[in-house]
């Protein structure tokens, strides 16, 4: 019996047992990537608006490099545009940034009123990274918040305070107590008197 070799497997060239073989190879591969020697994080756009129902200042912070920025610190001052008043604040430790990405952080005004005018967003962004040395970005924007914008997210939000009461339902309530007591005081009175 004489057999041929085939890419498929093998084949008989006269009669008798067909044999068919099938080849299969595992190749280990091993992909190295190398990180650039720095990182660089850069600010994107700065708007208002909601997350979790929560009125917050957005600021979008970039990783365009392919580098993974870890142990990432990130501190961001809300002001009105030309003064030094911090209105709002935030704070973050131990963020991770993977390369070539960019997300949304909040500046959250709690349970204050979102009120439009001319704002500064003051952005401090630092990493410990023992990849590289101690790196640190310093970035400011100026943004507006206009007044559809305040009402639609002071609408929508969750966490306003409640309306203070006035000092009317106060006198109100005290006039109807005052009123209940007198009137309780009269026919208990008249009650006593009619038995006598």
């Known amino acids: 019996m004489v057999l041929r070799k085939n890419g498929a497997g093998a084949k008989k060239a006269s009669k008798g047992v067909n044999i068919n073989q099938k080849y299969s190879y595992a190749l280990a591969v ?10 660089k994080l850069t600010l994107g ?3 208002p608006g909601l997350r979790n129902y929560r009125k917050v200042v ?3 912070i970039r990783n365009p490099e392919p580098a993974v920025v870890s142990q990432l ?3 961001t001052k809300v002001t009105r545009k030309g003064s030094s008043k911090v209105l709002y604040q935030n704070s973050s430790d131990n963020l991770i940034m993977a390369p070539n990405s960019n997300f949304t952080y909040p500046t959250f005004l709690d349970d204050q009123v979102m009120r439009a005018g001319d704002y500064t967003l003051s952005v401090t ?20 918040i206009t007044t559809e ?10 966490n306003d305070p409640a309306a203070p ?7 109100l309530i005290v006039i109807v107590i005052a009123g209940l007591s ?3 005081v009269y026919l208990i009175m008249k009650r006593h008197n009619r038995r006598t």
Do not use: C, M
């Open 125 to 144: 962004a630092t990493t410990n990274d023992s990849k590289w040395a101690k790196k640190t970005w310093h970035w400011s924007r100026d943004f507006k």
């Open 45 to 47: 756009t700065v708007t």
């Open 149 to 158: 914008q305040a009402r639609q997210n002071n609408q929508k939000a969750k």
């Open 182 to 184: 007198a009137g309780i």
């Open 73 to 75: 610190k990130l501190t």
């Open 30 to 39: 091993k992909l190295t990537a190398k990180e650039i020697a720095q990182p």
């Open 58 to 60: 957005l600021a979008t």
């Open 165 to 171: 009461i006035s000092i009317w339902w106060y006198v």
